[in-house]
């Protein structure tokens, strides 16, 4: 360790180098993780809120919500302690000024799904609603009326709810009584007939063991149902890959800059040996030396990253998980010196006499 620091002393700049690559990819690495867990959020928000244990869906809708259909009274055949059911549509939203795409939650307020109001009220009346806190954001407060596509019903909202987000819209809460008169299509499908059952796309449970599904129905648990909701999985793939060709990117780099290190000082690393140090000796100061510059580029990295989060607009979807960061960091560590056993290699392959001689 004492020669590995003596040698980053005497030549800052070469190693300060490298030190700026594993600062720049670990920056990388810490935002793209960052930028997978809000946008992941984004999708999946309105879900974890439930903390619900399983999901009921119609088992011909593969998986899919709004390709579910089924009468709200089967929520009585299905085995769990406590059951909510749940109608959704998207629709835009419109209070005058500022319109918005959201997701329309059509749910029962005695059941365990029912937010509770960060700011305002819960809906009591006829055509109210609680919305997700992130429409205030986009201009929208508490009492404006909205104008509904595909619908001729207005709604008024009456609180706002936080963590409200599902498939990446914000979510508007509602009586399941009101949402068949804002469903779209629903007032020509009601028009000259009698009453027709409640339908709802999705039952929700917690506790209770799916032995006996009811027939029609798919169970799966929640977290089944995130990974299926569209694009959410590929989303996150695709970002995880990129994360993925970073450390490898980082590992390609880090063996480059340090070969070019090793083979410029053969000739004294065989002098070196010439006087009776061990390879092994050698070897661990350049693998101290990577350790040593990696671990300072990635807490700079790692400041950097959590200082720019300070300033990003709320409407970029970037949130910090610090315990993936601090795994992801400590990847880049181990990356790092993996790519640092080349130089070991080339160390370990040197000849005193001919590296004095050469």
Known sequence: MFLAWKEIKQNKLRFALVTAVLLLVSYLVFFLSGLASGLAGLNREAVDKWQADGIYLTDEADKSLTQSMMEADLADKVEADETAVLAQTNVIADNGDVKSGVSLFGIRPDEFIMPEPTEGDKFSEALEVVASDSLKEEGFSIGDELDLSGSDVTLTITGFTDEARFNAAPVLYMNLDDFKKVRPGAAAQSAGREEQPEMVNVIIVRGGQP???????????????????????????????MI????????????IFLYVLTVQKISMFGVMKAQGISSAYLSRSVIAQTFILAVIGVLIGFGLTVLTGQFLPAAV??????????????????????????????????????????
């Open 317 to 358: 979807p970037v949130s910090f998980d610090y315990g993936m960061m601090a795994i992801y960091g400590a990847v880049l560590i181990v990356v790092a010196i993996l790519g640092a056993l080349v130089s070991v290699w080339t160390i370990v392959k040197i000849d005193p006499l001919e590296a004095i001689s050469g």
């Open 244 to 255: 993925y060709f970073l450390f490898a990117i980082s590992a390609a780099v880090v063996a």
């Open 211 to 241: 032995d006996n599904v009811p027939k029609d129905l798919e169970y799966m648990e929640s977290e089944t149902f995130i990974e299926n909701l569209p694009g959410y999985t590929e989303q996150n793939l695709t970002l995880t890959f």
